[in-house]
Nanobody, 123 residues
Framework: QVQLAESGGGLVQAGGSLRLSCAAS????????MGWFRQAPGKEREFVAG????????YYADSVKGRFTISRDNAKNTVYLQMNSLKPEDTGVYYC????????????????WGQGTQVTVAS
């Protein structure tokens, strides 16, 4: 069984920064592809950023490219999301998700989820 736990959310002014962390329990984390998703009130959950285990490649939604950076520390079983130049439209609950092997940008295809952490960006 794999468990994921996010932390680092909070309230920030537009233009500010936050760093989210997702700590994973379980073995073989280095062979897991990990992603960050978010869900705003009244909207569907959407892909934000992901990293593929096989070659450490990274992927971003167009709305966050150049502002957000996903990274991972396999020794700590942790994946991070550095969020800079935050905008009010970045507000939402941020979730990390993971799968052994394949990176899925579709929320429905991700097997494991954290409980989420709230990010609120004030204008």
């Amino acid at each position: 069984q794999v468990q994921l736990a996010e932390s680092g959310g909070g309230l920030v002014q537009a233009g500010g920064s936050l760093r989210l962390s997702c700590a994973a329990s379980g073995r073989a984390f280095s062979t897991w592809s990990m992603g960050w998703f978010r869900q705003a009130p009244g909207k569907e959950r959407e892909f934000v950023a992901g990293t593929r285990w096989s070659d450490s490649s990274t992927y971003y939604a167009d709305s966050v490219k150049g502002r957000f950076t996903i990274s991972r520390d396999n020794a700590k079983n942790t994946v991070y999301l550095q969020m800079n130049s935050l905008k009010p439209e970045d507000t939402g609950v941020y979730y990390c998700a993971g799968n052994a092997g394949v990176l899925y940008m579709s929320p429905a295809r991700n097997a494991y989820w954290g409980q989420g952490t709230q990010v609120t960006v004030a204008s």
